[in-house]
């Protein structure tokens, strides 16, 4: 099983146990071994914190995808990847290209969306639409 995210860029640090509890019960109720990352704030960051850890703990693989074939901040990150034919899509419709891919990917869907407006809130909707099983923290 596979999980993506999409959250708030300014999302508060204080959410972060509370998603590793959400990751947690994936891993072990769910049998979630596989995850997908964008790299675009506070949001992304924390969840990429929370999966470094959990991977020295649990068999899990994660990656980081980029919106972009060529994106100078992809040296900060492990286990980057791009989505296959993003190379086609122009740079400004890149962030989209990878939401759209990474929900494609997934089984379930953790997001941290607490207002009406914005990507995360676009790509939550997205992933209902597609019936995918979305868990938001709020």
Avoid at 72 to 86: L, M, Q, R, S
Avoid at 103 to 117: E, H
Wanted: one cysteine or more; proline letters at 2%.
């Amino acid at each position: 099983m596979k999980c993506a995210f999409f959250g708030h860029s300014d999302a508060s640090d204080s959410i972060e146990r509370e998603l590793e509890e959400v990751i947690l019960n994936l891993i072990e109720e769910k049998e979630v071994d596989t995850f997908y990352v964008g790299t675009h704030g506070n949001f992304d960051n924390m969840v990429y914190r929370i999966l470094l850890r959990l991977e020295k703990v649990y068999e899990i693989k994660f990656y980081v995808v980029l919106s972009a074939v060529v994106m100078k901040k992809a040296k900060d990150y492990k286990n980057t990847i791009v989505p296959e034919g993003i190379e086609t899509v122009p740079p400004r419709f890149g962030i989209d290209y990878r939401n759209k891919w990474m929900v494609g990917k997934a089984d379930f869907v953790i997001t941290y969306v607490n207002r009406s407006f914005g990507g995360a809130v676009k790509f939550k909707e997205y992933a209902e639409k597609q019936k995918k099983t979305v868990i938001n923290i709020v």
